[in-house]
């Protein structure tokens, strides 16, 4: 579109209608067709077409380029995002100068540009881009849109000779680190920030600012050239950014503003506009946000490889002395590495031995940047064949069965795409949301963080969090079996039907095809189809009456059975949402276990004697934390005053 000013007397709205026609026009054909790339790409072209315009109505100076910058200048520009251009002189403005910058600017915002602009000569970008990593990445992106191009190709070649690729390498690793942690360090929100969250859009520029400052491309397609990612990866690759693109083109023009997060308000029309149809089990939103997080996820897990494999050719590390771990593997400095790397495409087997020999040396801190890449690229070789296999269920459950690194080791499985391989009823819940009061982490995350509190109780220096939890878990056998029930107690959400009596069907196939005894066998699915029991009774039946305990303790069948029970619930409710756990909570499964295991126990119901360990138990923590005896005594005083017919020990 060619935008020229129409009147002498009103060029201003003149250009802003023309403006506004090329946006509606815009709009529209994306609507009905959905091509993200040609709507960004239109967009820049658009505006390009109206600075032009307005840069020659007020008659800029001859020794000035127009360049645009940031998204803008990589002609990205989505329909709500600022505008960011960069005024270039080649010296400083003078008087005369100065008035048709702030005329050029004042016009922009007349016809409805919202734009972040700056005004520099060569120099003082050059002297910014050195102290600020920001300035330095917006002006990587310089493209010039009018006035002396020489200016602006002179200023392309200043940048190229200040950038420091291994500077810039580090500087925006550290800056995504601190992006991600704003974000809490996951792309499962409940309204996640497509932009800036992790396994979003500025992910993937990050890895192609780097890669454009190293000299290494600035496309997919260079990338695939040079050996980084395969073809099936950049195809991939480039199919989830489309994704994410159409998302947050459509986000803007449902809000009508810059809207970056998929917020609750206009997941529903997102969904419908996006082609997602609901199931018998699952809202049309629920099905658009699993598709979103999949994405994400893919996103985090390639932009991990890459920057691992882009610092690896960058900034090269010494090399290491290496060691044997066996025949396969060996340890590079304190990483694990593939002595080949055809290894886990010749012996799949090698997959699931990476992760158990993470655990099983303490002194490794991380993999090679060439193994995470291979394990990724052969996770296609988990296949119903590999399932079946003696030798890799040997070495699941090894993995499951080791006393360190199982969290770890099992978010990162997560993340590289094989425990979802390994165990397809996994698979079908990754980035799967729960729109429920309670649980703010999706049903994948939400398992793992079952399964790290399960874990947290078996560690001593933690015993203080949860004491009953921490003293029961060292005492229980095989406690291996509870993550077995974590992995499996949610894993049958979305499938319509109750979900607990699902996941114990499920469990029970796992136990039969790992050769699981029948006593752990029948532990594990009572525990999946009984994981909700325990919460349910204690907080909406009367614990107080002894036939509603007699009743819950028949249920369970069995002391240790329980005690299972009490560890899984607690992990559970933990593992919903760092708001639901409260110690009310706490209380009323404390005295539901309590009761209901002296009923296994003795066979009778004594609340006295409930009393009796409760206070025992709190003049143990005094001890603990070494309040003296007046201070004790004045508390017993307090607590005999408010409840007169409690006695003092």
């Known amino acids: 579109m060619s935008i020229e000013l129409q009147t002498v007397r009103s060029p201003v709205n003149g250009v802003r209608a023309a403006l506004q026609a090329g946006r509606r026009n815009l709009e529209v054909e994306f609507l009905r067709h959905g091509r993200a790339l040609r709507l960004l790409r239109g967009h820049a072209r658009l505006i390009d077409d109206t600075l032009r315009s307005l840069w020659r109505g007020v008659g800029m100076p001859r020794r000035a380029a127009l360049v645009a910058v940031g998204g803008y200048g990589r002609a990205e520009l ?167 693109k159409e998302m947050r083109i459509r986000l803007h023009y449902l809000s009508r503003r810059r809207e970056d997060r998929i917020v609750f308000d206009f997941q529903t029309a997102l969904a419908g506009q996006m082609r997602c ?180 109780f078996t560690m001593p220096e933690l015993a203080h969090e949860f004491p009953l939890a921490s003293q029961l878990m060292s005492g229980f056998e095989r406690r291996w079996l509870l993550y077995v029930a974590a992995l499996y107690h949610d894993i049958a959400k979305g499938r319509g039907g109750d979900h607990s009596d699902l996941g114990a069907m499920d469990v029970r196939r796992f136990s039969r095809g790992h050769g699981l005894a029948g006593e752990d066998a029948n532990l594990v699915a009572f525990l999946v189809a009984h994981h909700l029991t325990m919460s349910s009774v204690a907080q909406k039946q009367d614990i107080s009456d002894p036939d509603v305990i007699r009743a819950f303790a028949k249920s369970v069948g069995s002391e240790r059975a329980l005690v299972a029970l009490y560890l899984l619930t607690v992990a559970d409710i933990r593992g919903t949402s760092p708001k639901v756990w409260n110690a009310w909570k706490a209380n009323l499964l404390d005295t539901l276990f309590r009761a209901s295991r002296r009923v296994l126990t003795d066979g009778e119901i004594r609340f006295d004697s409930a009393v009796a360990e409760t206070q025992s138990e709190a003049m143990r923590l005094l001890r603990l934390y070494a309040l003296g005896q007046c201070q004790r005594r004045a508390m017993g005083a307090t607590r005999y005053r408010l409840f007169p017919q409690a006695r003092c020990q």
Request: charged fraction near 25%; glycine fraction near 6%; proline fraction near 5%.
């Open 78 to 244: 989505f329909p709500a995002s600022d505008i960011d251009i960069l005024v270039l002189l080649d010296h400083e403005p003078l008087p005369p100068e100065r008035e048709s910058l702030e005329s050029f600017i004042g016009l922009l915002w007349d016809v409805g540009l919202e734009v972040g602009h700056s005004v520099r000569t060569i120099q003082a970008c050059v002297d910014a881009a050195a102290t600020d990593v920001t300035i330095l990445t917006t002006l990587i992106e310089a493209r010039h849109v009018c006035g002396n191009r020489d200016l602006s190709a002179r200023l392309n070649h200043a940048v190229t000779q200040v950038l420091d690729p291994v500077h810039f390498l580090e500087a925006k690793r550290l800056e995504q680190e601190h992006r991600h942690a704003k974000h809490h360090d996951t792309p499962f929100a409940l309204e996640p920030n497509l932009k800036e969250g992790p396994g979003g859009l500025r992910d993937l520029q990050t890895i192609l600012w780097i890669a454009k400052a190293a000299g290494i491309g600035e496309r997919w397609l260079d990338f695939e050239l040079r050996g980084l990612i395969s073809r099936t990866e950049k195809l991939e690759l480039v199919r989830n950014e489309a994704l994410l």
């Open 277 to 456: 149809t609901a199931t018998g089990s699952r809202r049309a939103s629920e099905v658009l946000m699993q598709r979103y997080f999949r994405a994400a996820k893919a996103v985090t897990q390639i932009n991990t490889i890459l920057l691992q494999n882009l610092a690896a050719r960058i900034s090269p590390q010494p090399q290491m002395p290496s060691r044997d771990l066996n025949e396969r593997f060996e340890a590079r400095g304190d990483l694990l590495s593939a002595k080949s790397d055809s290894l886990f495409e010749r012996e799949p087997s090698a997959i699931l031995e990476s992760f158990l020999l993470m655990q099983q040396h303490q002194e490794l801190r991380g993999m090679s940047a060439s193994t995470p890449r291979s394990i990724w690229r052969a996770r296609r070789l988990i296949n119903s064949t590999y399932r079946r296999n003696p030798l890799h269920k040997l070495i699941f459950l090894q993995i499951l069965q080791q006393p360190r690194g199982i969290v770890h080791e099992f978010r990162r499985m997560n993340q590289y795409g094989i425990l979802g391989r390994y165990l397809p009823e996994f698979g079908r819940i990754v980035g799967q949301m729960q729109h429920d009061l309670f649980h703010v982490y999706t049903v994948d995350q939400h398992i793992l963080m079952v399964l790290r509190n399960l874990r947290r």
